[in-house]
């Protein structure tokens, strides 16, 4: 590709309203990464700013005739380095595009800019009596576009399904500039190739959303909640097998000891420090005695200690104890965190692997996650400045990886590939899964603008 000059950005600015395109040295070193603190990174020749969709027309029109590389960002909240700039490349934020077109509560779904922070769209659902299913733990700050590139989960998934579950519609901006709608307003469209499927998740390698469709559901009827201790990493497994049997849960999480540790020094709430696993389970379909059911499939399953509630406030402190698992860990150093999805029946058998890989590079392994769905978050944690406690934590989080493909799994469940996951994933998948992706990729993206190097190299 060919290096930008000034006068190609000047260009740009021309093109565009006035502040749209920033040069600032400072402004665009806190454009260079997301929350993925190991991919490589290349501060932004310029950060664009776009408001509109005929704006990331005109910036996808200029980038591919000058051929500079368009890296698509949203809250830079990501977890794999997928919107971590690119040398000689310009960083396209689509966090201006922040309004709420629609909302029909009569056909449940909602209009949305790429800008919009999820939790604000859950929370005006929730006024109308509808929710917007997915939950990521970032929620109260990333956004509905970067949910649709890395096509997001959370804690929900169980039930609802990942982001592209919830999506009923896009518009998307491809790399010469046209502009494509997807989808629509209804629950089923079966014409033509699934091309709204083959955009959520592509990372901003296919083309740039800037409107979002999705599907809204009824509120929760009424929220019952569960958590179980357990002696042993396999009692707790054999009790999520009961659990999804009996209880039909919205949410079933796992924190591991380590985990459990961090989270109450953190944010004191009784947990209980000794035990190898907690699982955290919740129902939201109004059956009063489906958590009951849960919990003798816990007692059944060997936990030490079962609670039920169906108070709202205790439900909330007990999954906000989940919630602040990351925090939890972040307060305790450094960290690398990991997206593994494996089998349920190999859940325990990854858990207890992170925590012998962790115990054989010197390093804390705490996992927790979405155990109802075999999507796990093995989390290194190691001292700030400890270089060389830095590379046996790259060992260890690239261990945990392949442990999770020599169980039969994925080396990612919902954050997505971007840069820390690319040379994994040409593992897992094989190269004529790769041949293909790049057919398309060439196919939208002749001149290969779109977020180079990213998942695909």
């Known amino acids: 590709m060919t290096v930008p000059t000034t006068a190609a950005i000047d260009e740009l600015s021309e093109e565009l309203s006035p502040g749209s395109v920033l040069t600032d040295p400072e402004i665009l070193a806190s454009y260079e990464r997301d929350r993925e603190l190991w991919a490589s990174a290349v501060a932004p020749l310029a ?3 776009a408001s509109t969709v005929e704006q990331v027309s005109t910036v996808l029109r200029w980038a591919t005739r000058h051929s500079i590389p368009v890296v698509p960002r949203g809250a830079g909240s990501g977890l794999a380095g997928a919107a971590n700039g690119v040398e000689g490349g310009i960083v396209l934020s689509l966090e201006a595009m922040d309004q709420v077109l629609a909302l029909d509560p009569t056909d449940q779904y909602a209009v949305v800019q790429p800008g919009v922070v999820t939790a604000e769209l859950k929370r005006l659902a929730a006024a109308h009596g509808l929710r917007y299913a997915p939950d990521p733990g970032s929620a109260e700050f990333c956004t509905i576009g970067g949910n649709v590139a890395t096509n997001a989960g959370g804690l929900c998934c169980l039930k609802y399904g990942v982001t592209r579950d919830s999506v009923l519609g896009l518009e998307v901006v491809l790399a010469d500039g046209r502009i494509l709608r997807l989808g629509g307003r209804t629950v089923k469209d079966v014409a033509g190739l699934d091309l709204l499927g083959l955009f959520v998740g592509s990372e901003g390698m296919l083309g740039v959303v800037t409107e979002v469709t999705v599907r809204l559901r009824p509120a929760p009827r009424s929220v019952a909640t569960l958590v179980a201790s357990f002696d042993e990493l396999a009692a707790a497994g054999r009790a999520v097998a009961g659990v999804l049997t009996e209880g039909r849960p919205s949410m079933c999480e796992l924190m591991d000891a380590p ?88 859940v325990p058998d990854l858990v207890a692997g992170c925590q012998e890989i962790g115990t054989r590079h010197g390093v804390t392994v705490a996992c927790f996650g979405h155990i109802g769905d075999g999507n796990m978050h093995p989390t290194v944690v190691f001292d700030h400045g400890d270089i060389a406690a830095e590379s046996r934590a790259r060992r260890a989080a690239e261990e945990i990886a392949r442990l999770g493909l020599h169980l039969g799994g994925t080396v990612t469940g919902e954050h997505g590939v971007g840069l820390a996951k690319r040379d994994l994933m040409a593992e897992q998948v094989g190269p004529v899964h790769l041949d293909v992706q790049r057919a398309v990729k060439e196919a939208l993206d002749p001149a290969g603008i779109l977020n180079p190097g990213k998942s695909l190299g």
């Open 47 to 49: 950060v664009v700013r």
């Open 259 to 346: 985990t459990l540790r961090a989270v109450e020094e953190y944010r004191p709430s009784g947990l209980d420090t000794d035990a190898a696993a907690l699982l955290l389970v919740q129902t939201d379909d109004g059956d009063v005695e489906a958590i009951e059911r849960c919990a003798r499939a816990c007692e059944e399953a060997g936990a030490g200690f079962v609670m039920t509630t169906q108070d709202e406030a205790e439900s909330e402190l007990l999954t906000m104890a989940r919630r602040t698992a990351l925090d939890a860990l972040e307060a305790q150093g450094q960290w690398l965190l990991d997206d593994v999805c494996v089998p349920l029946s190999a």
